[in-house]
């Protein structure tokens, strides 16, 4: 091949790159900035985008209810502004849907993380009749407690059995705990007037437990903490605050209480009770702090 | 004003464009990201179309000199009928000489003893350095070896710390010239009919590169307004380089090729050749610049009016790649090769001064080729820091800050997109680059295949390291007249498959 034919590929190479620069970069400096030539109205306008990302991908994508050949991730482009609706399908999952509003030079990200049908429902022991559940977290992970006609009964996640109680409550009683919490070896339960509670070892739970109650009282029962070591109980009721030892039983009251809308807060690592009560003849409203043990000690030595 | 302080001015001009460049695009990175997204987006196309462009240009430059490849050059000369005959013509063959070994002489000369060329016709010289100890015990061992194939060889030895000089390759050619000029007139040969080719130490030429070069010079009526530049191809001990040199090199052969085919912007680059009779009329190599290889083209371009260009041989000749001990020494060692081809930016100095008082040259051919040297030197300097450190920074920007402007969001888009279609370039330049593997010595393991695929990978690296830095080094110490050093890359050959004996001696 000739000089000359060099020369001639290179000038038409060198033209034609250059006349595509000259003619694609404003079209694509339009189209970065979210300009769109509309055809029919023969003129540019304003778009956005929506950015559909999905966990799990490849998950087909209604755009107003009708499909878009496309999967996760995908970005619609070119979209006027406008409020969009979007659908997300797959098959084994539930499907995900919103409502998208798209601004002008603007990317409105969905970002949509899609719940798996549930195939396999595991039910708990068939023969019980459950009037009421909790679940207890703990660093060794969850128990569920399970309050039924049948018995107390404590499930670890995967619905085996640890541990059971037998008793004598009716129904009604079950189904009004209020709620439970897992001290260092114990579980109490607690519903508006009455306290029990559960004992286990401390080497793991004893397969058969004791439910005992411990605790009566007229007034409300507003909430309940494990205070030294979990050898007192600390008893928010409407008026006042009390100290039981649950070994000996005896009750002392801590703090009486100037509101019946008296937050409190118990910080068993330090005894101390934190308080936001109303001062006593004022109508204004402050926070004490009270070192229980000390209290406990003065009560104890009277 | 006077000619220092035009000069001074001169060398200013290229960092501080550069560093504007750079400067600008941070700053408004830092303060106007958006109007950033848009300049990159405008950076980046350029920069595609350019490849694109380039790309074009590395290929006919690739099939011209392989679609040369087997035609015989010497019968052409033979049968070419010109006002020149072919029986007068002389090659005057000089290599200058500083601490290469002997193996990478020995090669040179083995190469050029190979050449399809009447042997009778060389005349080559032996330029070797006084700075370098027993220099003319090696060139003279070289010398015995070698004398019985050509004409006659020439040492010369270039006197250290001469007035007007720098130690330079320029400065050890001109000596060796002027010695082999009064060789030449001693032997009554006409000037006119002797062609100089000023080649490195490592330069191995091709079977035929002188016969093609004869060719040309004997068919081209202005043969004298020509400088004739081979394809310089980077590969001599490619087989015991590392991937990254390797890579860097190929980087090199690549862009002379390209460089090749643009005929009107291409200047001589290391190993040329030209007609004795137009150095001697240009003064031979300037004595005092780095980059002679260059401006020895500049100094024709200028005394001969812009009636000068440089013309592309269709055949190569093969050198070194240039390596360390180690991986950090092979950057280094590279690092400071490209930063001295960068100081070629001198040119643009070289021009400006010398464009004042020449008239005859229309103030638009000046204007054209202060611009074109100014141009290649800036984007060198500028366009891997923009493109391999500030554009990531701005991506990151955007990605980490969860930007929702469209425009950011296209930025990356547009980036990604012409990334990917790029790398199509890389499978050009794979297939083009086997073109040049030399025959596999017994020893290299089948290994180096896989390694020679793989070492594509690493041109991210290589353009972010070596990219912009060495240039803009460069330029940065011609602005504040800090002057490098001309450092001779070193060369290292090994070579298990032969010994060379001289004097009855391995060496």
Redesign the interface.
């Known amino acids: 091949?000739e000089?000359n034919i060099?020369?001639n590929?290179?000038k038409i190479?060198?033209w034609l790159?250059?006349l595509?620069?000259i003619i694609?970069?404003p079209l694509?400096?339009f189209?970065?900035?979210?300009y769109q030539f509309n055809h029919n109205l023969k003129r540019f306008q304003k778009t956005?985008?929506i950015?559909i990302r999905s966990l799990p991908t490849d998950v087909e994508i209604y755009l107003n209810d009708k499909k878009i050949n496309k999967e996760t991730p995908f970005?619609i482009r070119n979209l006027l502004p406008n409020t969009y609706k979007i659908r997300l399908e797959k098959e084994g999952f539930y499907p995900y849907e919103l409502n998208v509003e798209v601004k002008p030079?603007?990317?409105?990200?969905v970002d949509a993380t899609l719940i798996p049908r549930i195939k396999d429902i595991e039910k708990i022991k068939e023969e019980l009749s459950i009037c009421n559940f909790f679940i207890i977290e703990s660093f060794f992970g969850k128990k569920i407690v399970v309050l039924a006609k049948e018995g107390i009964f404590i499930f670890n996640e995967d619905l085996e059995e640890l541990a059971k109680a037998n008793l004598d409550l009716d129904t009604e009683t079950l189904s009004s705990i209020k709620n439970i919490k897992e001290g260092k070896n114990r579980i109490l339960l607690y519903n508006i007037n009455n306290i029990w509670t559960l004992d286990y070892s401390l080497w793991g739970l004893k397969k058969d437990l004791v439910l005992e109650h411990i605790y009566k009282t007229d007034e409300e029962i507003k909430d309940v903490f494990f205070g030294f070591r979990d050898k007192y109980l600390i008893i928010q009721e409407k008026s006042k605050i009390v100290a039981l030892d649950i070994k000996n039983k005896i009750i002392f009251e801590i703090y009486k209480l100037n509101s019946s809308d008296a937050k409190v807060y118990y910080d068993s690592s330090s005894d101390t009770l934190f308080i936001k009560d109303k001062i006593f003849g004022l109508n204004t409203t402050s926070l004490f702090k009270i070192n229980i043990s000390k209290k406990i000690y003065e009560k104890v030595s009277d | 004003m006077r000619r220092s302080q035009i000069e001074r001015i001169l060398e200013i001009i290229p960092a501080s464009l550069s560093w504007s460049i750079i400067i600008f695009f941070i700053l408004v990175v830092i303060f106007n990201p958006i109007l950033a997204s848009l300049i990159f987006i405008i950076y980046l196309l350029y920069w595609f179309f350019r490849f694109l462009y380039m790309t074009v240009l590395l290929v006919i430059a690739h099939h011209r000199m392989i679609s040369k490849k087997d035609i015989d050059w010497l019968g052409l000369c033979k049968e070419s009928k010109t006002d020149k005959d072919f029986e007068d013509i002389f090659h005057v063959v000089l290599y200058t000489i500083y601490k290469e070994p002997f193996s990478v002489i020995l090669d040179s000369l083995s190469s050029l003893k190979n050449t399809d060329y009447p042997k009778d016709k060389f005349i080559v010289v032996l330029a070797g350095e006084e700075r370098e100890k027993n220099i003319l015990d090696k060139l003279e061992k070289i010398k015995e070896e070698f004398k019985k194939y050509f004409k006659d060889i020439i040492i010369t030895i270039h006197p250290k710390d001469l007035e007007g000089e720098i130690p330079c390759k320029g400065a050890n050619a001109t000596y060796s010239a002027k010695i082999v000029k009064k060789y030449l007139e001693e032997n009554k040969i006409d000037l006119e009919n002797v062609i100089i080719s000023c080649f490195d130490a490592d330069t191995c030429v091709d079977s035929k590169y002188f016969s093609c070069l004869t060719y040309h010079f004997l068919n081209n009526p202005k043969r004298y307004r020509l400088s004739y530049q081979p394809l310089p191809i980077y590969n001599n001990n490619i087989y015991y380089a590392s991937a990254l040199a390797r890579v860097i090199e190929f980087g090199s052969t690549f862009w002379q090729l390209i460089e090749s085919m643009r005929w009107e912007k291409f200047v001589t680059f290391s190993s040329h050749s030209l007609s004795f009779k137009t150095l001697v009329d240009i003064d031979y190599w300037p004595r005092d610049k780095i980059s002679d290889d260059s401006l020895i083209f500049w100094k024709a371009f200028v005394k001969f009016n812009g009636d000068y260009a440089t013309y592309s041989l269709e055949v190569p000749v093969y050198m070194d790649i240039a390596v360390g001990k180690n991986i950090f020494d092979t950057i280094k060692v590279q690092y400071k090769q490209k930063r001295r081809w960068a100081w070629g930016v001198e040119a643009f100095v070289y021009l400006g001064v010398e464009f004042l008082n020449k008239k005859e040259i229309p103030l638009s051919i000046k204007i054209k080729k202060l611009l074109q040297v100014l141009d290649s030197h800036i984007n060198w300097a500028t366009w891997s820091i923009i493109i391999s450190f500030l554009l990531p920074v701005i991506l990151l920007w955007i990605a980490f800050g969860k930007k929702n402007e469209l425009i950011f969001f296209n930025l990356s888009y547009i980036n990604t997109t012409i990334w990917h279609t790029l790398t199509f370039i890389l499978i050009i330049c794979l297939v083009i680059s086997k073109e040049f593997l030399p025959p596999k010595p017994k020893n290299v393991s089948k290994f180096f295949y896989f390694s020679f695929i793989f070492q594509w990978f690493l041109i991210p690296l290589v353009s972010a390291l070596l990219g912009s830095f060495p240039a803009l080094d460069a330029q940065t110490r011609m602005m504040f007249n800090k002057k490098i050093k001309f450092n001779p890359t070193p060369k290292e050959r090994i070579n298990l498959n032969s010994l060379y004996i001289i004097n009855n001696r391995a060496i």
């Open positions: 091949m000089d060099y020369r590929i290179r190479s060198f790159f250059f595509i620069f694609v970069l694509i400096i189209y970065s900035l979210g956005g985008i950015s970005d030079f603007f990317v409105s990200v």
